[in-house]
């Protein structure tokens, strides 16, 4: 199974055949997939603060609604 995810990940490589050259094709969910972890590796940092931060606010909010 985790053969089939890494290649749906990584795509179809084709090769035209009138032009020289190599191409990827990725069916769309793996774009949007390829896409998120892209956007998470680059902003992880925020992400998790963020995350930690609602967490937090969420804990406060139950303390003062005792």
Known sequence: M???IRNWYSGE?????????IYT???W????????????LKNWQWLWSTFFIIIGLY?????LAD
């Open 2 to 4: 985790l053969k089939t």
């Open 13 to 21: 490589v084709k090769v035209h055949q009138n032009v020289v050259g």
């Open 25 to 27: 094709k990725r069916h």
């Open 29 to 40: 969910t793996a774009k949007v997939a390829r896409h998120m972890v892209t956007f998470y």
């Open 59 to 63: 804990f406060g909010y139950i303390k």
